[in-house]
């Protein structure tokens, strides 16, 4: 059997050390935030310290700080609070998260490379109809980062509010709601190398928040009901300060490895190739499908995935793809994304697994035999 060399981080990473630390720890306390007695008071103390360490990290106060389950509860709770009243305009590339929460939003296109047209968000916001712009601050496919502080003046001059899906952008490039300009911004732990369960959505002081999508108990200030998991909050606010010593450099050198190692076999890099996560590639093969790619080389050790991880049982193109009009290749490229942990040993192995699969797939596929 293979060893596995895991190229899925975009998915989700590996708990990181700190954050295992911190979530057993945590465990041991014994109590309800919201109770009033000292084993409460010390529950809360815990969760309180991690809510600073998290929005201080992201350029904000405590209070300005909402505990979600995840990104795609934080998404569809920004944008559940703040359309009230306004037009929904999201970019053609949004996660699905947001998509499905946008539902009826007009759309702004993307360039081949990836890139939001901000002229294009200009001509809409210029009507002067109060709208709610959603664009995420690196695309979770091809890691294009998208120009959210142009996004955020225009918003801005318009009287438009905007909500960044920064998920994926967190703890791979420096992310301060405060610095963009945006009204919220959704992040996710188990994306940082923390624990999958929790999630954030910061708010900006001027950001209305008319509703929670999540009613209850009155917790987080009114705006999310529920006990919150304060072993999960810990484990995240250990991620957020470890991902914020994380070497991207040598995590960009070998993303660098990896597509050379995938061009010499004839592959395609989807995606600005400046503007970009340090640890993600959109890698197409002309004439093999991404699924059976992804099966390939899954057989020979490498995980990586076809698309967005929440996607990826499905029978279908890329929907980021299709709007950087890409053609064919939309349905040939795989996500190579790598982990806070990636040494150089994994991409060794992945150029000979990808130069494996690509000498045996692509030839048979071009010259059109059908594989038995």
Wanted: proline share 5%; with cysteine; aromatic share 2%.
């Amino acid at each position: 059997m293979h060893e596995t060399h895991y190229f899925d981080a975009n998915a989700s990473q590996k708990l990181c050390p700190a954050a295992r630390d911190a979530i057993l720890l945590a465990f041991e306390a014994v109590g309800n935030p919201s109770s009033v007695h000292r084993p409460g008071r010390t529950v809360r103390r815990i969760m309180e310290d991690a809510r600073d360490v998290i929005a201080n990290g992201f350029g904000l106060q405590s209070q300005d700080l909402v505990f979600t389950s995840g990104g795609t509860e934080a998404d569809a709770t920004a944008i559940h609070a703040m359309s009230v009243g306004r037009r929904l305009i999201i970019s053609a590339i949004e996660h699905d998260a947001v998509r499905s929460a946008a539902t009826g939003a007009v759309i702004v296109p993307v360039g081949r490379n990836g890139i939001a047209d901000m002229e294009a968000l200009e001509t809409l916001l210029s009507d002067g109809n109060p709208s709610l712009v959603c664009l995420m601050l690196a695309n979770n496919e091809t890691g294009v980062v998208q120009p959210v502080e142009q996004a955020a003046a225009l918003c801005r001059r318009y009287g438009a509010l905007l909500h960044v899906d920064a998920v994926q952008a967190a703890g791979r490039i420096p992310v301060r709601l405060d610095l963009l300009g945006a009204h919220s911004l959704a992040i996710s732990s188990h994306k940082l190398g923390g624990p999958a369960g929790v999630g954030a959505l910061l708010l900006a002081p001027d950001a209305p928040f008319t509703a929670p999508l999540v009613s209850g108990g009155g917790q987080e200030r009114g705006r999310r009901g529920g006990t919150p998991p304060v072993a999960l909050i810990a484990g995240f606010a250990a991620a957020v300060l470890a991902g914020q010593a994380a070497d991207q450099q040598r995590i960009a050198t070998l993303r660098d490895a990896a597509e050379r190692a995938a061009l010499a076999c004839g592959a395609v890099v989807c995606g600005d190739p400046e503007h970009r996560l340090p640890n993600t590639s959109c890698i197409a093969l002309p004439g093999v499908a991404a699924g059976v790619q992804v099966i390939a080389l899954d057989l020979e050790g490498i995980a990586v995935s076809a698309g967005a991880a929440c996607s990826s049982g499905k029978v279908q193109t890329s929907h980021v793809l299709q709007a950087m009009g890409l053609g064919t290749l939309a349905g040939e490229a795989i996500r190579v994304s790598l982990p806070w942990n990636v040494m150089e040993a994994d991409i060794d192995a992945f150029a000979i697994a990808y130069r494996r699969v690509a000498d045996r797939l692509r030839p048979t596929l071009v010259q059109g035999h059908a594989r038995s």
